[in-house]
């Protein structure tokens, strides 16, 4: 069964840094890609980026093009989403997903989905 826990997340002040992880388990994940999305009230679910597990090709939504980078870390089977330069615009609920092949930007593309981690990001 897979399963995809994020962690992390939590009060920031603006221009502050953050680092989220995303544990995956379950299955090889060599063929899959996963993906960084974030969702605050009110609000459609946002592609952030992406990574290719093998190749660690990445991939960024403009918007965050520049203060956010999507690594991974194959012993441990963790993708994190590193955030720099954080804006109170940045609060929401971050999710990791994952899915077979390469890396999409639409939500609906994934598989399997974690359960989300908080980040609130402080004016």
């Known amino acids: 069964q897979v399963q995809l826990v994020e962690s992390g997340g939590r009060l920031v002040q ?48 403009d918007s965050v093009k520049g203060r956010f980078t999507v690594s991974r870390d194959g012993a441990k089977n963790t993708v994190y989403l590193q955030m720099n330069s954080l804006k109170p615009e940045d609060t929401a609920a971050y999710y990791c997903a994952a899915k077979y092949g390469g890396v999409a930007r639409y939500a609906l593309a994934y598989d399997y989905w974690g359960q989300g981690t908080q980040v609130t990001v402080s004016s």
């Open 14 to 61: 603006a221009g502050g840094s953050l680092r989220l992880s995303c544990a995956a388990s379950g299955r090889t994940f060599s063929n899959y890609a996963m993906g960084w999305f974030r969702q605050a009230p009110g609000k459609e679910r946002e592609f952030l980026g992406g990574i290719t597990w093998s190749g660690g090709a990445t991939y960024y939504a």
